[in-house]
């Protein structure tokens, strides 16, 4: 399975990015998709995940900002961040899950840098 990032980049503080990944390959249904990002210095951590079938999870630190939403149909994934915060600053990844295969998957990475 490979999956596709793009919509990192660099913004201001209290500014907003759509992050967007697809993913393809699997022969079987992909059943979570979502966003993980890694700060400098620090452990890669959760942002967003959906399930099919289920209400998104959220990290604490991004929960009333950031919304996640998918298409399955296209196995598409999209992360809207608003009112981002230096904090914020991190490599988004990319992830999915899929149960036939009882396996994880990540994207390559996408840079989202927030200035103050």
């Known amino acids: 399975v490979q999956l596709q990032a793009s919509g990192g980049g660099l913004v201001q503080a209290g500014g907003s990015l759509r992050l967007s990944c697809a993913a393809s390959?699997?022969?079987?249904?992909?059943?979570?998709m979502g966003w993980y990002r890694q700060a400098p210095g620090k452990e890669r951590e959760i942002v967003a995940i959906?399930?099919?079938?289920?209400?998104?999870n959220y990290g604490d630190s991004v929960k009333g900002r950031f919304t996640i939403s998918r298409d399955g149909a296209k196995n598409m994934v999209y992360l809207e961040m608003n009112n981002l915060k230096p904090e914020d600053t991190a490599v988004y990844y990319c992830?999915?899950?899929?149960?036939?295969?009882?396996?994880?998957?990540w994207g390559q990475g996408t840079l989202v840098t927030v200035s103050s």
């Open positions: 992830y999915c899950y899929v149960e036939r295969r009882l396996s994880g998957y």
């Open positions: 390959g699997s022969p079987f249904s992909i059943n979570v």
């Open positions: 959906i399930r099919s079938g289920s209400i998104p």
